[in-house]
């Protein structure tokens, strides 16, 4: 009869291909977001696994949503920086196979439907957004922001000129889009913020001065 030990692999091995086992306890979590109702986390675990995982509020019930293993004992790739449909029903993030290489996806809340957006050349990065109807996903790639469909059409360019843009979310109402500049500096502080239309236009600077304090 198999050991204990063997019988326990065995276990987590299907749990694994059912996509059920926890997650290392030493996993590093990158970019946690919150599902639209409010009721489940979902993050990107490094170290052992470098998944998309979903659980609820209090740590229970934790699945893994996408599969990205870690391949030799390296660091990439790794998926990260989820962010949940309004509808609760997709996914989007960032899969990193490198430092450069790196791609837009979208899966389904349950797991399945796994797609990339973006080409591997076009060097999608940092945070992602959904607009609030749902109809589009807002994202960063060298140095400028773009949106695109979730099925991948319509991708359009949002930002022009020789500013290096990241970091972007969506106003509630789906009409302004708050960015900052210099997100690829090595100096902490040399970054400035933006709103701008979501329609398009010039990025318009956010004084920072007295009406900012830090949370």
């Known amino acids: 009869p198999p050991s204990s030990a063997a019988a326990r692999a065995t276990r987590r091995m299907a749990a694994e291909a059912a996509g059920t086992a926890s997650p290392p306890l030493a996993a590093l979590q990158r970019s946690?977001?919150?599902?639209?109702?409010?009721?489940?986390i979902v993050d990107g675990r490094q170290l052992k696994s470098n998944s998309?995982?979903?659980?609820?509020?209090?740590?229970?019930?934790?699945?893994?949503?996408?599969?990205?293993?870690?391949?030799?004992?390296?660091?990439?790739?790794?998926?990260?920086?989820?962010a949940v449909s309004p509808d609760g029903k997709q996914v989007v993030f960032i899969r990193?196979?490198?430092?450069?290489?790196?791609?837009?996806?979208?899966?389904?809340?349950?797991?399945?439907?796994?797609?990339?957006?973006?080409?591997?050349?076009?060097?999608?990065?940092?945070?992602?957004?959904?607009?609030?109807?749902?109809?589009?996903?807002?994202?960063?790639?060298?140095?400028?922001?773009?949106?695109?469909?979730?099925d991948g059409a319509g991708r359009t360019k949002s930002t022009n000129g020789a500013h290096d843009y990241c970091s972007n979310s969506y106003s509630p109402d789906g009409t302004q889009i708050v960015l900052f500049d210099k997100c690829h500096s090595d100096s902490e502080g040399d970054s400035n913020l933006y709103l701008m239309s979501a329609a398009g236009g010039a990025p318009i600077l956010v004084p920072n001065g007295s009406g900012a304090r830090k949370i």
């Open 32 to 40: 946690p977001t919150l599902t639209p109702d409010g009721r489940r």
């Open 52 to 82: 998309l995982w979903v659980m609820d509020l209090n740590g229970t019930h934790q699945r893994r949503l996408s599969r990205n293993p870690l391949l030799n004992g390296q660091e990439f790739p790794f998926d990260e920086n989820p």
């Open 96 to 150: 990193r196979l490198s430092e450069t290489r790196t791609a837009l996806f979208v899966i389904g809340f349950d797991g399945r439907r796994l797609r990339r957006l973006t080409p591997w050349s076009m060097a999608a990065e940092r945070k992602v957004d959904w607009s609030p109807d749902g109809s589009r996903i807002l994202f960063g790639a060298n140095g400028h922001l773009y949106t695109i469909h979730g």
